[in-house]
């Protein structure tokens, strides 16, 4: 936080952003030939989370193996599917514990992970300072996206404005 009280934290423009203060970032949209869209979405916290919470000091990603549509016995599905394992709205996402405080992010819709980014739980402290570059959290393919079911930048700061 600056001395005088405020809150500084920057909103990235070329993401869409959940009330819960995650963003979406849409990196690759294939439509297969009977027209069906597949879309895949880095997710990550938005800058605000830092700013209010203060400094996280340890964040987990969700266990894998705990988690449905995962089976060590079943390489070859993995391989064809390319998940790692399935959320459900509203399932745990994150969570993000600070020297004061721990912070649970639920999942903003169904969805297959494609990757976690383990460095963020090894060097919490990217999620700190490179919340919207290398501190991204996971990349995921949504059962359904609709971007305009989240907010644009513009929709999230008015959003946080109303909320302070």
């Known amino acids: 936080m600056a001395e005088d009280g405020d809150i500084e934290f920057s909103v990235a423009e070329d993401r869409r952003y959940t009330k819960e ?28 989370v830092a700013a209010v919470w203060g400094e996280f000091i340890r964040v987990t990603l969700p266990n894998l193996s705990a988690l449905d549509g995962f089976d060590e016995g079943e390489e070859k599905s993995q391989e064809k599917s390319g998940l790692e394992g399935e959320l459900a709205a509203e399932d745990i996402l994150v969570t993000l514990r600070t020297a004061d405080d721990v912070v649970l992010l639920d999942s903003p819709f169904p969805c297959g992970i494609l990757e976690l980014n383990g460095e963020v739980e090894d060097s919490p402290d990217m999620v700190n300072s490179e919340a919207y570059g290398d501190g991204w959290l996971m990349i995921v393919r949504p059962h359904e996206y609709e971007e305009d079911h989240f907010l644009s930048p513009q929709e999230y700061i008015e959003f946080l404005a109303e909320s302070l």
């Open 21 to 48: 203060h995650l963003w979406l970032q849409v990196i690759d949209r294939d439509e297969d030939e009977d027209g069906n869209v597949q879309t895949t979405v880095k997710v990550g916290v938005s800058e605000y």
